[in-house]
């Protein structure tokens, strides 16, 4: 059984850090590209980053947190990591984790790419 199990949210300052963490069982991370995406109230699933799955060399970023954020991963422990720094109140959402079978870059950032999914972590930014 898959599971992806996200954690790490909370309520920060604007201008302040959060790290998400996402928890890979019942299947090899290494082989999936995994992303992160998130979710406000009232607006559709968007892409925030992803990384691939070969080599963790190319990593992938929505241009609103590009500089800000970082996706990692760490094959070994099956695990992908979201770093959100100079956060704002826009950032203020769910973040999901998810992950899908190999894809070409252009297909990096749409939802409907990804097999699995995780439950979600809020993440609030306060001004």
């Known amino acids: 059984q898959v599971q992806l199990v996200e954690s790490g949210g909370g309520l920060v300052q604007a201008g302040g850090s959060l790290r998400l963490s996402c928890a890979a069982s019942?299947?090899?991370?290494?082989?999936?590209?995994m992303a992160w995406f998130r979710q406000a109230p009232g607006k559709e699933r968007e892409f925030v980053g992803g990384i691939d799955w070969w080599s963790s060399t190319y990593t992938y970023y929505a241009d609103s947190v590009r500089g800000r954020f970082t996706i990692s991963r760490d094959n070994a422990k099956n695990t992908v990591a979201l770093q959100m720094n100079s956060l704002k109140p826009e950032d203020t959402a769910v973040y999901y984790c998810?992950?899908?079978?190999?894809?070409?870059?252009?297909?990096?950032?749409?939802?409907?790419?990804?097999?699995?999914w995780g439950q979600g972590t809020q993440v609030t930014v306060s001004s």
């Open positions: 998810a992950a899908g079978r190999p894809m070409s870059d252009s297909r990096v950032r749409y939802a409907d790419q990804y097999d699995y």
């Open positions: 019942g299947l090899s991370s290494r082989i999936y590209t």
